[in-house]
């Protein structure tokens, strides 16, 4: 039978293309989380394979902005893409990422994000590798902030949810301008991804979510969402603090937002994680060697149209550069590309770097060097300063962060 890839025209589709993904997590969508999904995932953003009329595969999209060195650009956030184990290696994957991007396209976002669950698999479709992530996991009783950190100041709250709801956009937003990686939330997506703290969905051993709020002179300036989970080990109880998001307007809210986390009474030890790895925190605790620092993979990148793409980003120097771009999923990008004043256009110059374009989405927040991608064999210098001239148009002064997986 002919396997058909199409959008979804109900949630009753979209229920069935999410369980598609879900099948490898024990997870079963009912009604009500099916509507809820739709509320932050429109029901024509997920594509589903067909076997006749039985769906056994999805790929969605959600639609939101991500901040990109400039500011915030629409992006494509793709998420649960999955084919049931029934149907593997009958090439569903690729026709429904064809249909993906093709959509994405023709609808005029830039390029596309992703959290990959299997890193192996996306390079193929075109996406870079454009950050890592830092895991912390740090003993109470090493949590002390470094020698002469400025005396406290401002006092911290916890609230409920109706507040946090107001709060947390605000100030969550004034990050997000300036930090590359973060992407929009809508008031939807606060209250059905971030805020809501249904019991049955939390991980195991966890409490209740606890929402921070740090304020000076009333004014709330950062915040921490978090739980606190209790164990049985040995016949002692351990409890381990889990910083879901900690977030400061300025360099003395995030010191006091976390002066506050690592000094929470009668836990064992603080967790966090997907932290950028250029975070205050390595340089405010006063023994870095034991925050047990683990690296991860971040964001995946794929520019969807490397014109459109190139021209939405800001630059650091006025230096012309002319990357020649292979990109065998979207033909349509291949060829060279000159980028000068801020806009890059079709060109019939000799190229200055040649490389693949998941080299090119590695590249675009700010995460990695050509230099060191050229090191990794994955872009060749074809003129003289070609990498450096690049290097110096495409230096951020921060690391890519995304605080949350999509």
Not at 143 to 156: I, K
Request: aromatic fraction near 10%; glycine fraction near 10%; include cysteine.
């Amino acid at each position: 039978m002919a396997y058909r890839v199409r959008p979804c025209r109900s949630l009753d589709e979209l229920g069935q293309a999410a369980s598609a993904i879900g099948h490898y997590f024990g997870w079963v969508p009912t009604g009500e989380e099916v509507e809820r999904f739709s509320q932050v995932l429109p029901v024509e953003r997920m594509h589903a394979a067909f076997d006749g009329k039985e769906i056994v595969g999805g790929a969605g999209v959600f639609p939101f902005e991500m901040t990109i060195p400039g500011g915030p650009v629409s992006c494509a956030g793709v998420t649960v893409v999955g084919v049931l184990p029934t149907h593997r290696r009958r090439g569903l994957l690729s026709r429904m990422m064809r249909a993906q991007i093709d959509d994405i396209h023709e609808r005029g976002e830039p390029f596309a994000a992703l959290w990959a669950s299997e890193p192996t698999i996306y390079g193929r479709f075109g996406y870079g590798h454009a950050s890592l992530t830092h895991e912390i996991r740090l003993p109470r009783i090493w949590a002390a902030l470094r020698a002469g950190t400025p005396a406290r100041s401002g006092q911290v709250r916890l609230v409920e949810s109706d507040e946090a709801q107001k709060v947390l956009p605000r100030l969550y937003d004034r990050v997000r301008k300036e930090t590359p990686g973060f992407l929009s939330r809508s008031k939807a997506w606060w209250e059905l991804r971030r805020l809501r703290d249904d019991p049955s969905r939390r991980p195991p051993g966890s409490g209740p979510l606890n929402r921070a709020v740090f304020e000076i002179d009333g004014r709330p300036a950062g915040y921490a969402l978090y739980r606190i989970a209790q164990s049985e080990e040995d016949g002692h109880w351990k409890r381990n603090l889990r910083v879901v998001e900690a977030l400061g307007v300025d360099t003395r809210a995030t010191l006091e937002i976390w002066r506050f986390l690592l000094e929470v009474d009668w836990t064992d030890d603080i967790q966090a994680f997907l932290l950028p790895t250029d975070h205050s925190l390595m340089h405010l605790v006063a023994r870095v060697d034991r925050l047990d620092l683990r690296v991860g993979t971040g964001l995946w990148v794929r520019p969807v149209d490397v014109g459109a793409t190139l021209s939405a980003r800001r630059y650091r120097s006025d230096s012309r550069i002319t990357f020649e771009i292979r990109d065998s999923f979207c033909t349509w990008n291949e060829g060279a590309w000159t980028l000068a004043d801020g806009v890059a256009k079709r060109s019939s110059r000799r190229p200055d770097l040649r490389l693949d374009v998941q080299a090119l989405g590695a590249a675009y927040l700010g995460g990695f060097s050509f230099a060191e991608l050229s090191r990794a064999g994955l872009v060749e210098e074809a003129s003289r300063g070609g990498l450096a001239r690049a290097d110096a148009l495409f230096r951020s002064d921060r690391a890519p962060w995304c605080p949350e997986i999509f």
